[in-house]
């Protein structure tokens, strides 16, 4: 009896302790290390390879996937860093390539090689940063291939003329992203259609359902000595191929429309290829094998660009929501496991990838036959742009998900509002502060004063995180007073050097003037988000401030995007809601710039047929509107004088070389403008957003911290 006494009083005692509270994963690598380890292996590259053009070990410079896309890699880098050495690397080799009519050397359009289409995801990184016409027609000379590029019976893409009938998983990666990137870009969403169908096609026909993995290639025609008679594929699972693959699917979904019907389709791919490959990842170094499946096959060994690839899709994945969280935990341990295995130090202090398999296809002259054999007899080097190029990709992946802070409404995170985690920020740092906000609707209002700058605030998942309020300018204050325009904010940005990606920011009130956004803040810059209110919804504020808008949706009725600061909108949706008023700038009279808008897409709701592009709310207003596609709701005369007629000799109103339905100027007011080319090209982010201090708006993850 005594016994059980004992028992039930050690049950119930174990019932009164509190559950053990769960802990937070910490990652091995602070953010800093990870953007170190890109560095050094970036700057490695470098001294191994002087010229980009000799990666690869070149004998003949050409162009080539595997130079375009370490030059990708650097790209992003510069991004991070503003360190001009990795810009420069890419310039140089793009410029010794792309002629000035756009032409690109050593490329032959009728080879119909798909590999050599990759080279246009390196330009469009590099021509935000370095715009160049050139570049941009040679995006265009790529665009054709893909337009004739020979197809399957089921519209799959040909690898390569000499490899008729046939479809590789590397051949994902080389075409996919850049031609989502280019449907994105220039508003073709119908080209996605064709986009996942490549996916689909592949998949269908490479899939073995016992592993869940693809193999390397198929063949339609079965003529190959490789291909399986019965279904045309090739015999093995060769790790690197599924690398490019599971990055294709990653990189194509940032374009991918939310809304588009086989979109759902590509994220389960992907999940299924990662699922899969995790039954053969090796315990011990955390690495993949060459080929994936036979990991106790004589000469069978881990390999590096696999492996790396595989880690930069789990991480983008797992960061963007295409994967389950759990994946970003396995990218970091398999990326600090791979440093450890896969990463060695040479006598100079260079960092030099090992095991790395230099090339590998299927048929070709010497006949490659895809058999376990030849996989694992090809030649391993160090240093393969094909290693190289994603490593630095994956660090910095596993960087953007490595914040200072985190904001969850359920608790897991480091506090559960945004302003909460604002209010940590020691003021006046001069160090960057990265605050990660989890999917949600955060009811609240956000201000960053004056003396928390150099932040970034960046929404983990796109489409998915929302502040949010309804505060209108007829409402009162406690003092029973009109709260009026500035009172309604939902947020209000005073500091300066603030960076916001992937957020919405909403009023949704419709009691008068309501701004879900007023930034006061000088270089500024917001990327991928999405403004949205009625009238006066995003509030360009304080004259002499510079602010960037890329890529963003804004939304609204009447003046929704007003004030007085400099501001660049650039590749973003103006989307209208009512027949009324786009923009009213209040310009000061000796500022060169107002509100200038490249590459934008102007739209409507239904039913809304006469918008104007901007009236002056003061008579300097500055207003300009290049490349843009302006449909049919925006009215013939184009702008408006607000009833003013003394605005009609002061603003500064101007167009050049818009299209669509509303882009007829014929029936423009008589004192707006439509600039020359000359004046056109001085209206860059750079030259309009530089000041004093020369400030590069096209760095993203970098905004220059003050002198």
């Not at 060695?344 to 296809?361: F, K, P, Y």
Request: charged share 20%; with cysteine.
């Amino acid at each position: 009896m005594k016994r059980i006494l004992i028992i039930i009083i050690a049950c119930l005692t174990a019932l009164a302790l509190p559950a053990k509270k769960k802990e937070k994963y910490t990652p091995k690598y602070t953010r800093s290390q990870y953007i170190e380890w890109a560095e050094r292996i970036a700057a490695s590259q470098i001294k191994h390879d002087p010229a980009l053009s000799l990666a690869d070990g070149v004998k003949k410079p050409k162009w080539d996937y595997t130079q375009t896309l370490v030059g990708k890699a650097m790209v992003e880098i510069y991004r991070e860093t503003g360190k001009s050495d990795y810009i420069d690397y890419v310039t140089e080799y793009a410029d010794q390539f792309i002629e000035p009519d756009g032409n690109i050397k050593t490329y032959k359009m009728r080879d119909y090689n798909i590999d050599r289409v990759n080279g246009g995801n390196m330009l469009y990184a590099l021509n935000e940063i370095r715009p160049r016409a050139a570049y941009l027609m040679a995006i265009d000379t790529l665009r054709k291939q893909l337009a004739s590029q020979p197809r399957t019976s089921e519209g799959g893409f040909w690898h390569k003329k000499i490899y008729p009938h046939q479809m590789w998983l590397d051949g994902l990666y080389m075409a996919e992203p850049f031609y989502a990137h280019y449907a994105s870009n220039n508003n073709i969403p119908e080209l996605f259609d064709d986009i996942a169908n490549q996916f689909i096609t592949v998949d269908k026909h490479t899939l073995d359902t016992k592993t869940g993995l693809n193999y390397h290639g198929w063949d339609e025609s079965r003529e190959q000595q490789w291909a399986d008679k019965t279904t045309g594929c090739s015999p093995n699972f060769w790790g690197r191929s599924i690398g490019w693959y599971v990055m294709a699917l990653c990189d194509v979904l940032d374009y991918m429309p939310v809304q588009h019907p086989k979109r759902q389709q590509l994220i389960d791919i992907l999940n299924r290829v990662i699922n899969s490959l995790m039954k053969y990842q090796d315990k011990k170094t955390k690495m993949w094998y060459q080929v994936i499946d036979k990991p106790n096959g004589e000469g069978n060994y881990t390999e590096s660009s696999a492996s790396i690839m595989f880690i930069y899709a789990m991480a983008k994945g797992a960061r963007n929501g295409y994967l389950p969280d759990k994946y970003l935990k396995t990218a970091r341990d398999a990326f600090s496991a791979f440093c450890l295995n896969a990463v060695e130090t040479n006598s100079d202090g260079t960092l030099s990838i090992t095991r790395c398999c230099a090339v590998a296809g299927l048929g070709g002259k010497p006949y490659r036959s895809g058999t376990y054999e030849y996989y694992v007899n090809e030649r391993v080097r160090n240093d393969d742009p094909k290693a190289v190029g994603p490593f630095i990709l994956a660090a910095l992946e596993l960087a953007k998900a490595t914040p200072h802070y985190t904001v969850a409404k359920d608790g897991s995170g480091d506090f559960k509002t945004v302003q909460e985690a604002i209010n940590a920020v020691s003021p006046m740092t001069k160090e960057r502060v990265y605050i990660n906000i989890e999917p949600g609707i955060y009811n609240e209002r956000v201000n960053i004063d004056s003396s928390r700058q150099m932040i970034s605030l960046i929404g983990s998942r796109k489409g998915e995180v929302r502040i949010t309020n309804d505060l209108g300018a007829k409402q009162t204050d406690a003092l029973n007073r009109p709260v009026g325009t500035s009172g309604t904010a939902t947020l209000y940005v005073f500091g300066n050097d603030i960076y916001l990606e992937n957020i919405t920011i909403e009023n949704n009130s419709t009691n008068g003037q309501a701004v879900a956004a007023m930034i006061d803040s000088d270089r500024f810059l917001a990327r991928d988000c999405r403004f949205i209110g009625n009238q006066d919804t995003l509030y360009p504020h304080r004259d002499g401030s510079r602010q960037m808008y890329q890529n963003c949706y804004i939304e609204g009725t009447t003046d929704f995007i007003f004030g007085w600061a400099t501001a660049v909108f650039s590749n973003c949706r103006i989307h209208s809601k009512k027949n009324s008023y786009i923009t009213a700038a209040s310009t000061e009279q000796h500022q060169p710039y107002g509100f200038v808008f490249l590459n934008c897409d102007l739209t409507a709701a239904n039913g809304i047929n006469n918008v104007y592009l901007g009236r002056p709310w003061r008579i300097y207003a500055k207003t300009v509107f290049i490349h843009c596609h302006l449909a049919e709701h925006i009215a013939p005369q184009g702008w408006h004088n607000w009833n003013k007629p003394e605005a009609q000799q002061t603003t500064f109103y101007a167009e050049y070389e818009n299209y669509g339905d509303g882009a007829d100027i014929s029936a423009r007011v008589d004192w707006s403008k439509q600039l020359t080319e000359q004046q056109a090209a001085q209206y860059t982010p750079q030259k309009i957003l530089a000041g004093n201090d020369h400030w590069n708006p096209l760095m993203p993850m970098l905004i220059q911290p003050r002198k």
